[in-house]
């Protein structure tokens, strides 16, 4: 941050408001934005139940249009403020913000896309991009980390988990006929995973003999299989416990030209174009 | 204990027996409290089953009546014997002692206030004072710490998991209609923390087959994520393991002055407002 | 057993086959009490489905009358070939061996007892003093002991789930009416448990909204208390796992005297009445 | 691979493809041989759909007899090329592979054999042949391994569930009457299952309050225990991660003579039969 030269203005300004939180600016910024996200999905969820639809309708579009035109202000804000805008645009961020941004001004020109408007609730990833900077972000990064290392296991796992719901699901179509609503393979397999998790709705129930039977080693294996993802995860995680102490201080500093993250303090050039930051 | 001046009379006497278990007295008052909260807890269970009440109605009221004057009688010798009234008065356990005792006098003053009656239930909260004093604190202690440990690694994991419920709710509300009991988002989000938390009531289940498909994934992600939770305490159960040894034995004693507790058995002043114990 | 005098004739001989699994005989004996036991259970089971008791009742109840003979002169043998038939009589074995036995013989002398019929399913419990002789001794040992070097830290836990469900159900009972099956205090103490352990039937669930937000606490807290028990066996199976090898071999001899078990190899003397082996 | 004699001609050749994967001609066999059996069983699913079926018989069937004609070329050319065709023919995968490919054929023989059908689900079993070879193998041995290890102490505690679900369903048969669902005593076992497991569908659930009380600690068991298994692999994942380093590379040859798998790299000779690789 002390080395950025001052030539670039107000793009750079802009830059280091929306981009970064380093500087109080940036701070304020991120708080902002992270209450209007709130608010809009909370506004987004009220506007889905009828009764509250129904009678404060106006209120509840008058907000949603002040924020959907802050959250236009700061898209191209966005896009003008960084060097190269295409690599943003389609970014994973990008593209969430345009699509969390524009169901509004649709559902004017097309009628009957009011079903996207619901779509506005993906603006809760956007917290993501603002939560990265905030105190237990290494917290969160431990748990990707365990999570990461034991990925391979997990495939395995929930591999054998779909194989096992299949032939399961197969065998319960066989055994049990349609007035328990084992109506077809897919519905039975659905059955399979729903009951192989211990969520068991009860919305498909095995009325057999045999069927309960079945039934019965199947929520015996998930009542079993479960774990083995916590094995997975526990053992990861005891280990990376032992490693904690190695971690590098990174800061929320963005590049400027290709708004990649995660650049340590003492760092004067981008790790990845190798800009000036 | 020793070391305490006997001039403070009665008022210090009181003080010993109800804040305090470290003497006979001390400690059948506290026996005495313990069974008749779990009691009175057992009586307001009893008076909400109407077939109960309908038959022992005034057996159950006149039991009530005694166990409330009890308490009644209990609360003001609580203040009287402090030297700070207000400081118990506001504090946790102050104010549950407080709207635990008196629904039963409201409930003559203002009809229709019978509905409050069931606010005595908290005074099952009052046992965790009691049991402070037990036996296996130091397994409670134990766990406490373990959790506390972990405090940021289970917030950030209830945050995925809610953000999770949020996208997947809202993602059903479009999938599934409402004929199927989707007919708001925050419905949604609820039937999406139900099969996410593995608890599947069956209230709200999926019909159409994109929607049971979707399911299948939120049941899977919410099989394989609750090995994360277990992950983190785990680890810090062993790590707590330990560095069990390095325990202080503390005392049942409270500071007379601001009722603090938790002094070692060798201080003679407390820790919190330096007044002498 | 080497230095097992002969003089006590032929009720030492009818001991070593009944107590003991270390000779052949005692070894068939448990085989074909094993088998026995496993018939009688499942004898009872199918009693209990109305269409096959309406077919198939005279073989079934032929069956159950050799059974319950046999049954009955075991009964006898232990009591005559112990030296104090009155610890056995009363031990926890002995009571079970009573009443899983004596059902058939009651539902004659006394009208309406048939019900009493089922008890005999009691006799599965007997099947762990078989298999306490069986080769995975060692596994089921290990299991135990971690349970009961956990023993307060769950009791501990299941303490604080019922404190939770308590008041969670008379917050429950306070918020939700009768029409969604919330009908009493303890009622909506079950569901709180229902839904706490993640079993989730579904007989009763919230309807008003904010009776739903507090569900979704609910299974939050649930989704996440199951780590406690989890991380509390696995750091205790962590512990076992380094001190397994310290195991000292017992034998399945049981004192001739008192009849209690797990006496070293080499000892010659019943560790708990002194009597001779 | 490098020593394999050319002598044995086309056989040697069509061994190689089928039953290895270190030759370029050999993965792409396998990759054909996974998406066929991918697409085979999405076919058997969509058949099962009534709607489906019926508009889109034709194309099911005709894509239905090119990969069943393909199935069956193969397995002709498995037995073959395989020195001791019976070993192949009465091998799990090779009995496998025979019932996952004559239902078409033998549907046309008998009427009414169409439920037959549904076994070509089965197919999917052979995927785990092909993935046998593939890169996690590493992860899924450790998998396997931790089980393995495990193996006794989870047979004690299914043993354990079983048990107690015997007893509790007993309990409940006695305690709950037929309205309720506990018509029988397997009925109330496979209740006690789907309590203790906590799948909890709720087609059967107490209705006393006596019931329910019983069913509230079935849950609070079932919520414990499964602690058990958790803790059992975990700590056995903890020490499997300890003793990862001494992994020896294997690779997919299989052996001509007896097609047992699993040779070192530098083997010359199979370990199971001894004939040349």
Known sequence: MKNKKPNQGWKSKIHEIIYEADTPMGKWFDIVLFILIITSVILVMLESVKEIDTKYHDILLSLEWVITIFFTVEYIARIVSIK?????????????????????????????????????????????????????????????????????????????????????????????????????????????????????YGDIAPQTSLGQLIATIVMILGYGIIAVPTGIVTSEFTKQGNTEEDKIHLNTQSCPTCSCEGHRDEASHCFNCGSEL
């Open 84 to 200: 190269k805008p295409f690599k943003y645009i389609f970014s994973f961020y990008g593209i969430i913000d345009l699509i969390s941004t524009i169901p509004l001004y649709i559902s004017y020109i097309f009628a009957g896309s009011q079903v996207l408007l619901a779509v506005r609730a993906l603006r809760l990833l956007r917290v993501f991009r603002i939560l990265k900077l905030v105190q237990f972000l290494g917290e969160a990064s431990q748990l990707t980390r365990a999570l990461k290392a034991s990925r391979a296991k997990i495939a395995v796992f929930i591999y054998a988990v779909l194989i096992l719901s299949v032939i399961m699901g197969t065998i319960m179509y066989l055994v049990e006929d349609d007035a328990a609503g084992f109506t077809s393979i897919p519905r039975s397999i659905y059955w399979a995973i729903v009951t192989l998790t211990t969520v068991g």
